[in-house]
């Protein structure tokens, strides 16, 4: 761009940024101890804004073509989506190694462990908006169902982990069959605000049913799992796992334990999805994606298939509930608000539907990321929410948009996004 | 072809669909003999394509029946099925507007087709998923089938691309031999060759002909009902012709008869005259 | 009896509310399909200036009383439109045309960009404003209990239906109006027909935002506590309404809102507030349910 044209728009940006940030930041509200508002100015603040923005804007115009940006999205998308076969791999290695892993402690493997559980949120929400397209925000209603239940199944009965977990995601899919059931005839973004309107309801109740959940206190003294029966702590007897295995006692042992268990539970999450997918019923819901209305000439009833994927979603998310439960020992309605279902959604998106290491690159980089802009304090949000437009403007079909056939007669060759539709239910 | 003997594939009666004020189809009746290719013309509007969507249950008429007698002699009322259920009894259709599966490669289209079967061979998903060996086999003979289809209408060196990437006349074929796998007792096809040039015309005339036989693929003889424009198809392939205007049944008999039809040419001409 | 009056009163000036937000999601979809799901934040925006302006206007004691509250529902409508446009500019313009999903997650991730925006620039307390338009006129009285029409909420209700009248001439009398239906109906036609559609889908979100400020500046004044939260229930509920009114349709925003604002309000005084959002999401459920497209919804047929 010629430079007095960049110099003209990067003027115009800034004029806007004016109107934008006079009001919001050049002046300010606050209470003052007599219980008043009164206001402060801040210019200063005002024009280093708008400095930035003339400056940020020139740039673009004189160095970055919009072409340019679009093309560096586009130029990733080949590479990443061949290598993505030996990427993953990669990638599993690396987790399935990652504790023993010198520099990697009791932090960084909280941290992996968050990273995980969002990667599975991810791929279990990924059979729902991925496969069978159809658009859930209330994702979080079935983490949360899966926590509580296993948090009051253990509070009420005294059940272990181990017996709860799959009663957790039974009972998950149990809440997606029965919401699943009256409105999976709506379409697109009436399911939308169903399934929102789910997972508040369930967010609403869990704070307000106080005698059974605890309300917005939670439920804490959630026990924690078991290395099969033997508990995780530091007495050292042979009743421990430390004991047991003659192990000097280390709290890093559960956390080591409690890495490895979501690990399985996200390669679990993997491993179905992977199989279902070359089979009917997975090529089914790709198929409601492709074309409801096909579907049906052909015979299938549609209600059932995406049932069956609404429930293993909610089944998933269920599991995964029930870890974080066991993980925190501590559960309140604070952790299953919209935003959760939000991010997951946006980690699908981001990833790219339907693909499978696209959701955990993107798992990783948003949450990891997340993570490491935590010296931002309260901008954090701020970066985390401006990513997401940057990176979807930037790449609308996510990091892998194509998809791979599930059966060839020859080689299997990616389909481009331009054929894949994303569903409309 | 002895219809005393052998009941008629579909038989339609009093048909009539209405949208609010509209009479979109006005008690209409006809058969489509079995074995035969049974062509429903008539003009734009005429809502040829409306007896299609009650008669594979995408409408639910407003009254009369729509029977069915399978391969088996079962007899099966359509009007009273849900649409997947429809496709299930025996009735395979295409569309208008070509609605393959786009990002699907040809042949997963074709074993989509084949969902119902292959379904229930995995134990509804739960034995494949363990590694229930009977799936396996399953498997491969759909693929076998869809392979099949796939050498009939000549794509089968394009198996492996998307659905979405195919010419025009392609996926034309591609649609018809999908529906075709799903192993129907009758086909229906709603303007197979619009679009399609001469060339593409005939060499789907002839593939109708050769599903009417049986000689495309192993797939059992399978009637067909065919909407179409293209009157030089419809007066050379079909067996039986059933002529609406404006949702009326204006004339039925075989393609020789309804050329000399006075009402026929009247709607025709007064259709040409309009445009 | 008396209490039931004083309850429509009530949830009439609260429904007038969220109908409001309501058209703006209505308006949206209408014409590009998407959820726009920073409206709610929008709406928050608008408040934000309100209480800036308002502030600035009585403790500067430049003015006062209702030419203060017209002032100032100027200044927060010119402001909050400049944010519409410009979260249409940046987030939703450049993906025109792509995937149903990537505006939405654009959409999400703008809505938390506004959220924290605000927290970061104006603090994360809540914001307290004593009442501006104090009193009102008794209707009624039935023992001790007095049916009250507020001055506020005579605000409320004359503002609301003076801004729905003027929004109502733009869309049915006006070029604008007629651009933007046309839009709507198919798009493609309209640009090759000659008219602008970026122009008319920046319009669309200008005026979307305006009523959000005109809504956001209600609420302010009538409820005296902002914070930067505000936005997301308000949000889910206003766009609550417009689906259970039927999305698309303006004349439905507006209705589900006024019902969505009714049942919050009855299901609060007659039965527990704290499930007031459960009662008002189920029964958008179940009007789904019965009827998929909402109220005033058009009947969609899929053509085959
Ligand atoms: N879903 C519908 N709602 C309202 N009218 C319809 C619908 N489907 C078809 N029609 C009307 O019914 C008439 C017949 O249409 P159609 O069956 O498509 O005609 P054809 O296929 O013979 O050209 C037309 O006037 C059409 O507008
Ligand atoms: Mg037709």
């Given amino acids: 761009?010629?430079?007095?044209?960049?110099?003209?728009?990067?003027?115009?940006?800034?004029?806007?940024?004016?109107?934008?940030?006079?009001?919001?930041?050049?002046?300010?509200?606050?209470?003052?101890?007599?219980?008043?508002?009164?206001?402060?100015?801040?210019?200063?603040?005002?024009?280093?804004?708008?400095?930035?923005?003339?400056?940020?804007?020139?740039?673009?115009?004189?160095?970055?073509?919009?072409?340019?940006?679009?093309?560096?999205?586009?130029?990733?998308?080949?590479?990443?989506?061949?290598?993505?076969?030996?990427?993953?791999?990669?990638?599993?290695?690396?987790?399935?190694?990652?504790?023993?892993?010198?520099?990697?402690?009791?932090?960084?493997?909280?941290?992996?462990?968050?990273?995980?559980?969002?990667?599975?949120?991810?791929?279990?929400?990924?059979?729902?908006?991925?496969?069978?397209?159809?658009?859930?925000?209330?994702?979080?209603?079935?983490?949360?169902?899966?926590?509580?239940?296993?948090?009051?199944?253990?509070?009420?009965?005294?059940?272990?982990?181990?017996?709860?977990?799959?009663?957790?995601?039974?009972?998950?899919?149990?809440?997606?069959?029965?919401?699943?059931?009256?409105?999976?005839?709506?379409?697109?973004?009436?399911?939308?605000?169903?399934?929102?309107?789910?997972?508040?309801?369930?967010?609403?109740?869990?704070?307000?049913?106080?005698?059974?959940?605890?309300?917005?206190?939670?439920?804490?003294?959630?026990?924690?799992?078991?290395?099969?029966?033997?508990?995780?702590?530091?007495?050292?007897?042979?009743?421990?796992?430390?004991?047991?295995?003659?192990?000097?006692?280390?709290?890093?042992?559960?956390?080591?334990?409690?890495?490895?268990?979501?690990?399985?539970?996200?390669?679990?999450?993997?491993w179905v999805t992977i199989r279902i997918r070359r089979q009917p019923i997975g090529r089914a819901w790709e198929a409601l994606r492709e074309d409801e209305v096909a579907c049906r000439a052909l015979g299938i009833n549609v209600t059932n298939t995406k049932l069956t994927a609404f429930a293993?979603?909610?089944?998933?998310?269920?599991?995964?509930?029930?870890?974080?439960?066991?993980?925190?020992?501590?559960?309140?309605?604070?952790?299953?608000?919209?935003?959760?279902?939000?991010?997951?959604?946006?980690?699908?998106v981001l990833g790219g539907l339907g693909s499978q290491v696209g959701v955990a690159v993107a798992a990783i980089v948003m949450i990891g990321g997340f993570e490491l802009f935590r010296d931002l304090d309260e901008w954090r949000m701020l970066v985390f929410g401006a990513a997401m437009v940057i990176i979807m403007v930037l790449r609308p079909r996510g990091l892998v948009g194509s998809r791979t056939p599930t059966v060839a007669l020859g080689q299997k060759r990616s389909i481009g996004s331009d054929y894949v539709s994303e569903g409309r239910g | 072809?002895?219809?005393?003997?052998?009941?008629?594939?579909?038989?339609?009666?009093?048909?009539?669909?209405?949208?609010?004020?509209?009479?979109?189809?006005?008690?209409?009746?006809?058969?489509?003999?079995?074995?035969?290719?049974?062509?429903?013309?008539?003009?734009?509007?005429?809502?040829?394509?409306?007896?299609?969507?009650?008669?594979?249950?995408?409408?639910?008429?407003?009254?009369?029946?729509?029977?069915?007698?399978?391969?088996?002699?079962?007899?099966?009322?359509?009007?009273?099925?849900?649409?997947?259920?429809?496709?299930?009894?025996?009735?395979?259709?295409?569309?208008?507007?070509?609605?393959?599966?786009?990002?699907?490669?040809?042949?997963?289209?074709?074993?989509?087709?084949?969902?119902?079967?292959?379904?229930?061979?995995?134990?509804?998903?739960?034995?494949?998923?363990?590694?229930?060996?009977?799936?396996?086999?399953?498997?491969?003979?759909?693929?076998?089938?869809?392979?099949?289809w796939l050498r009939a209408i000549g794509l089968i060196a394009r198996a492996d691309d998307p659905a979405g990437s195919l010419p025009y006349g392609d996926q034309r074929r591609l649609e018809i031999a999908r529906a075709m796998c799903t192993g129907p007792s009758l086909l229906c096809l709603d303007e197979p060759a619009a679009g399609l040039n001469p060339r593409e015309s005939d060499d789907l005339a002839r593939l109708l002909l050769s599903i009417r036989d049986g000689t495309a693929t192993s797939a059992a003889p399978t009637s067909i009902l065919l909407i179409e424009h293209d009157m030089g198809i419809v007066m050379r392939i079909s067996d039986h012709v059933v002529v609406l205007d404006h949702g009326k049944k204006i004339a039925e008999g075989p393609p020789a008869a309804i050329r000399q039809d006075p009402h026929v040419i009247a709607a025709y001409l007064g259709e040409a005259e309009q445009e | 009896m008396a209490y039931a009056l004083q309850q429509l009163i009530n949830g009439v000036s609260l429904g007038m509310i969220y109908g409001l937000i309501a058209v703006g999601y209505t308006m949206v979809y209408g014409i590009i399909g998407m959820i726009n799901f920073a409206h709610g934040d929008i709406f928050m925006i608008g408040a934000f200036v309100a209480l800036t302006a308002m502030v600035m206007l009585v403790s500067g004691g430049l003015m006062e009383g209702p030419a203060a509250i017209l002032l100032v529902l100027a200044i927060s409508m010119a402001f909050t439109a400049l944010y519409g446009w410009t979260v249409e500019r940046i987030a939703y313009r450049p993906l025109r045309g792509s995937f149903r999903l990537a505006p939405l997650i654009s959409a999400i991730g703008m809505s938390i960009v506004l959220q924290n925006f605000v927290q970061v620039s104006q603090g994360a307390r809540v914001k307290p404003l004593e009442p501006q338009l104090p009193g009102g006129i008794e209707l009624m009285r039935e023992g001790t209990f007095v049916v009250q029409l507020s001055y506020m909420q005579?605000?409320?209700?004359?503002?609301?239906?003076?801004?729905?009248?003027?929004?109502?001439?733009?869309?049915?009398?006006?070029?604008?109006?007629?651009?933007?239906?046309?839009?709507?109906?198919?798009?493609?036609?309209?640009?090759?027909?000659?008219?602008?559609?970026?122009?008319?889908?920046?319009?669309?979100?200008?005026?979307?935002?305006?009523?959000?400020?005109?809504?956001g500046t209600l609420y302010l004044l009538r409820y005296g506590v902002i914070d930067f939260y505000i936005g997301f229930l308000a949000g889910v509920k206003a766009f609550t309404a417009a689906v259970l009114g039927g999305i698309g349709s303006l004349p439905g925003a507006v209705l589900g809102g006024l019902l969505i604002g009714l049942i919050e309000t009855f299901w609060s005084a007659y039965f527990s507030v704290?499930?007031?959002?459960?009662?008002?999401?189920?029964?958008?459920?179940?009007?789904?349910?019965?009827?998929?497209?909402?109220?005033?919804?058009?009947?969609?047929?899929?053509?085959?």
Wanted: proline share 4%.
């Fill in chain 2, 1 to 148: 072809m002895s219809t005393t003997l052998v009941p008629d594939i579909l038989s339609v009666e009093e048909l009539t669909m209405r949208f609010g004020g509209l009479l979109a189809v006005d008690r209409v009746s006809f058969e489509v003999p079995r074995g035969t290719i049974t062509a429903l013309i008539g003009p734009n509007g005429a809502g040829k394509t409306t007896v299609f969507n009650c008669i594979t249950g995408f409408y639910r008429p407003t009254g009369g029946a729509v029977r069915l007698t399978t391969h088996e002699g079962r007899e099966v009322i359509l009007n009273t099925l849900k649409d997947h259920n429809i496709a299930r009894a025996g009735v395979a259709r295409t569309f208008q507007n070509i609605r393959l599966f786009a990002g699907m490669t040809a042949l997963e289209n074709l074993l989509i087709a084949q969902h119902g079967p292959l379904h229930r061979a995995t134990g509804f998903g739960i034995g494949a998923l363990l590694g229930i060996s009977g799936y396996k086999a399953a498997e491969a003979a759909a693929i076998e089938r869809a392979a099949e």
């Fill in chain 3, 154 to 215: 005579m605000l409320i209700i004359a503002s609301t239906l003076a801004v729905l009248a003027i929004f109502t001439w733009l869309v049915t009398k006006t070029p604008l109006g007629r651009a933007m239906r046309a839009c709507e109906q198919d798009r493609k036609m309209a640009s090759l027909l000659g008219i602008d559609t970026d122009r008319t889908i920046s319009l669309t979100f200008v005026i979307g935002a305006s009523l959000a400020a005109v809504a």
């Fill in chain 1, 312 to 348: 293993l979603g909610a089944m998933f998310g269920g599991f995964a509930g029930a870890f974080f439960a066991t993980r925190q020992a501590f559960i309140s309605p604070e952790s299953f608000t919209f935003i959760e279902s939000a991010i997951i959604l946006a980690i699908v």
């Fill in chain 3, 274 to 304: 704290q499930y007031k959002d459960v009662a008002a999401f189920s029964i958008l459920a179940i009007v789904l349910i019965f009827m998929p497209t909402g109220l005033l919804g058009r009947q969609e047929v899929e053509k085959v």
């Fill in chain 1, 1 to 270: 761009m010629a430079f007095s044209a960049a110099l003209r728009d990067a003027a115009k940006a800034t004029a806007i940024a004016f109107g934008l940030f006079v009001v919001m930041v050049g002046l300010r509200t606050d209470v003052s101890p007599t219980g008043a508002l009164f206001l402060r100015t801040r210019w200063t603040e005002l024009a280093m804004v708008c400095a930035l923005v003339f400056a940020g804007r020139l740039a673009i115009g004189l160095w970055v073509t919009p072409r340019f940006l679009t093309n560096a999205g586009g130029s990733l998308a080949a590479p990443l989506a061949k290598a993505g076969a030996f990427f993953g791999m990669g990638l599993l290695v690396v987790a399935v190694v990652l504790p023993a892993i010198p520099g990697i402690g009791r932090y960084e493997l909280d941290l992996a462990i968050l990273v995980l559980t969002y990667v599975m949120l991810g791929w279990g929400l990924n059979i729902v908006v991925g496969l069978a397209g159809l658009l859930d925000l209330g994702y979080v209603a079935f983490y949360a169902v899966g926590a509580y239940s296993y948090a009051l199944l253990a509070q009420y009965f005294g059940l272990s982990f181990w017996v709860c977990l799959p009663l957790a995601g039974i009972l998950a899919a149990f809440w997606g069959i029965l919401l699943g059931f009256p409105v999976l005839r709506l379409r697109g973004d009436y399911l939308a605000i169903v399934t929102l309107a789910f997972g508040e309801i369930i967010r609403i109740v869990l704070l307000n049913w106080v005698d059974l959940t605890g309300g917005p206190n939670g439920i804490s003294g959630i026990p924690r799992p078991t290395f099969f029966g033997l508990p995780f702590n530091m007495s050292g007897d042979p009743g421990t796992f430390a004991g047991f295995f003659g192990l000097e006692p280390s709290p890093t042992h559960r956390v080591v334990f409690l890495y490895y268990l979501i690990l399985c539970l996200a390669l679990l999450t993997n």
